[in-house]
């Protein structure tokens, strides 16, 4: 069993950046591929961001492509979301995920295995 946590958070004004962090334990992280994804109240998750797990491919999605970067340092178990120029509409909860299939990168909830508590970034205007 993995469990993920999120970490890096908060409030920041429109154009401003943010760094999110998640650390994993208790699994081979190194195999996973890893995710981001968002949700706001009411509204089904989506996807954000994805990295296989060598790091050789990413995929964002179309609303925060060249704004957002996904990384990851198998070393140390964890896996960042960079996020610059942000925006009042990127506000909502950030949740990261694995996926033991590992191969690739995939954006679909249901193909994630397991989650974090997911951190809440709030963008003013």
């Known amino acids: 069993q993995v469990q993920l946590v999120e970490s890096g958070g908060g409030l920041v004004q429109a154009g401003g950046s943010l760094r999110l962090s998640c650390a994993a334990s208790g699994g081979a992280f190194s195999t996973y591929a890893m995710g981001w994804f968002r949700q706001a109240p009411g509204k089904e998750r989506e996807f954000v961001s994805a990295i296989s797990r060598s790091a050789r491919t990413t995929h964002n999605a179309d609303s925060v492509r060249g704004r957002f970067t996904i990384s990851r340092d198998n070393a140390r178990n964890t896996v960042y979301l960079q996020m610059n120029t942000l925006k009042p509409e990127d506000t909502t909860v950030y949740y990261c995920?694995?996926?033991?299939?590992?191969?690739?990168?995939?954006?679909?909830?249901?193909?994630?295995?397991?989650w974090g508590q997911g951190t809440q970034v709030t963008v003013s205007s």
């Open positions: 995920a694995a996926d033991r299939n590992g191969l690739g990168v995939r954006t679909a909830v249901l193909e994630y295995d397991f």
